[in-house]
């Protein structure tokens, strides 16, 4: 099979009718040398025809960068949040002509620190150490002296950067469109508010009971349960069945939303009628439910983007949390108007 030869600067600057100092400036993005308009673009030019790609090696000896990131992960790429946050980080990278390598330790203690030093062994320019439940880690050691920002997660010491949804003030918003509707009473949050090895459950309710408070209104009770659709329906239908009839329910995700309408809906209830219902995620599982869900965004794809950013950035790293702003998404589960 005939390998097809790598189109080269000079390539270019032949074809452009210029030297392969000028094609080397106009392409890199130089501007020391003065070089007319009509050269800029018979180079532009040139390069889109031939299919020109800079050379990785060349550039890195130059830069004494790899022009790549590593990505660290202890899921599996399959499900929406996991796959958002490396589409995010990956298209960060592209943008940047980086080279995003991923790999994936599924909460092995072992593979986790191999890949850290294969990564770190290959020169990556620095190292997203990203989980998929929103925690408090324990940064590895091998991370030590290596540019490192955590994604969806926080050092227990508060020493090491980190993007990480701003679930407090998820929290927050969650509580507002409930104000706004005019809910002040019966007003109950559904879900557990310490999950395994999670801080968004915490946040998310202290959130919802800060805005509430600020408004003279509270949490009037919370129906604890574990954040899937079974265990919610079933927490949901025992407590309606003592009799207790809210007026609005914060469920603490979208798939304890969809248990919790599954109940209501047994007990002769309507959403949003009898009971309005806010929940986080922004899942697809929100636009599959009837009505629609109301629910808090937590922008995966975003968050993995800002970690690249912050890893892109030349000047030292600054310690501490980036808390990544989290938009409502309105679905048709509140009733307006609630008096």
């Given at each position: 099979m005939r390998v097809r030869r790598r189109v080269t600067l000079l390539d270019v600057a032949?074809?452009?009718?210029?030297?392969?100092?000028?094609?080397?400036?106009?392409?890199?993005?130089?501007?020391?040398?003065?070089?007319?308009?009509?050269?800029?673009?018979?180079v532009r030019r040139a390069a889109d025809r031939l299919g020109y790609r800079p050379n990785r090696n060349a550039l890195s000896l130059r830069t004494a960068t790899s022009m790549?990131?590593?990505?660290?992960?202890?899921?599996?790429?399959?499900?929406?949040?996991?796959?958002?946050?490396?589409?995010?980080?990956?298209?960060?990278?592209?943008?940047?002509?980086?080279?995003?390598?991923?790999?994936?330790?599924?909460?092995?203690?072992?593979?986790?620190?191999?890949?850290?030093?294969?990564?770190?062994?290959?020169?990556?320019?620095?190292?997203?150490?990203?989980?998929l439940v929103s925690s408090?880690?324990?940064?590895?050691?091998?991370?030590?002296?290596?540019?490192?920002?955590?994604?969806?997660?926080?050092?227990?010491?508060?020493?090491?950067a980190s993007v990480m949804p701003d679930d407090f003030g998820g929290g927050r918003a969650a509580a507002r469109v409930l104000?706004?509707?005019?809910?002040?009473?019966?007003?109950?949050?559904?879900?557990?508010?310490?999950?395994?090895?999670?801080?968004?459950?915490?946040?998310?309710?202290?959130?919802?009971?800060?805005e509430l408070s600020a408004a003279g209104a509270e949490v009037a009770d919370v129906v604890a349960c574990e954040w899937a659709v079974v265990p919610a329906y079933e927490s949901v239908s025992k407590w309606l069945s003592t009799g207790v009839r809210p007026t609005a329910l914060v469920c603490l995700n979208d798939r304890v939303a969809m248990g919790t309408y599954q109940a209501i809906g047994e007990f002769g209830l309507d959403v949003p009628a009898d009971v309005s219902v806010v929940s986080f995620d922004a899942s697809e599982l929100a636009g599959w439910l009837r009505?629609?869900?109301?629910?808090?965004?937590?922008?995966?794809?975003?968050?993995?983007?800002?970690?690249?950013?912050?890893?892109?950035?030349?000047e030292p790293l600054r310690p501490g949390v980036r808390a990544v702003a989290m938009p409502v998404r309105r679905g048709g589960s509140v009733r307006p108007g609630v008096m």
């Amino acid at each position: 099979m005939r390998v097809r030869r790598r189109v080269t600067l000079l390539d270019v600057a032949r074809a452009a009718g210029v030297s392969r100092t000028t094609a080397s400036y106009v392409l890199n993005g130089r501007t020391e040398m003065r070089i007319s308009a009509d050269a800029h673009e018979r180079v532009r030019r040139a390069a889109d025809r031939l299919g020109y790609r800079p050379n990785r090696n060349a550039l890195s000896l130059r830069t004494a960068t790899s022009m790549t990131f590593g990505m660290v992960t202890d899921f599996v790429s399959s499900g929406q949040a996991s796959s958002q946050m490396i589409s995010g980080a990956s298209l960060a990278c592209l943008d940047s002509g980086h080279l995003l390598l991923i790999g994936e330790t599924e909460g092995d203690p072992l593979v986790e620190r191999r890949l850290i030093e294969e990564m770190i062994d290959r020169q990556v320019d620095g190292i997203l150490y990203a989980t998929l439940v929103s925690s408090q880690v324990q940064v590895p050691a091998p991370l030590a002296g290596c540019r490192t920002v955590l994604l969806n997660c926080r050092d227990r010491d508060g020493e090491t950067a980190s993007v990480m949804p701003d679930d407090f003030g998820g929290g927050r918003a969650a509580a507002r469109v409930l104000l706004d509707a005019g809910h002040r009473d019966r007003v109950f949050v559904v879900g557990e508010e310490i999950t395994p090895g999670g801080l968004s459950g915490a946040a998310r309710l202290s959130g919802v009971r800060t805005e509430l408070s600020a408004a003279g209104a509270e949490v009037a009770d919370v129906v604890a349960c574990e954040w899937a659709v079974v265990p919610a329906y079933e927490s949901v239908s025992k407590w309606l069945s003592t009799g207790v009839r809210p007026t609005a329910l914060v469920c603490l995700n979208d798939r304890v939303a969809m248990g919790t309408y599954q109940a209501i809906g047994e007990f002769g209830l309507d959403v949003p009628a009898d009971v309005s219902v806010v929940s986080f995620d922004a899942s697809e599982l929100a636009g599959w439910l009837r009505p629609t869900l109301t629910s808090v965004e937590v922008p995966y794809a975003h968050l993995g983007g800002q970690a690249v950013h912050a890893l892109m950035r030349p000047e030292p790293l600054r310690p501490g949390v980036r808390a990544v702003a989290m938009p409502v998404r309105r679905g048709g589960s509140v009733r307006p108007g609630v008096m």
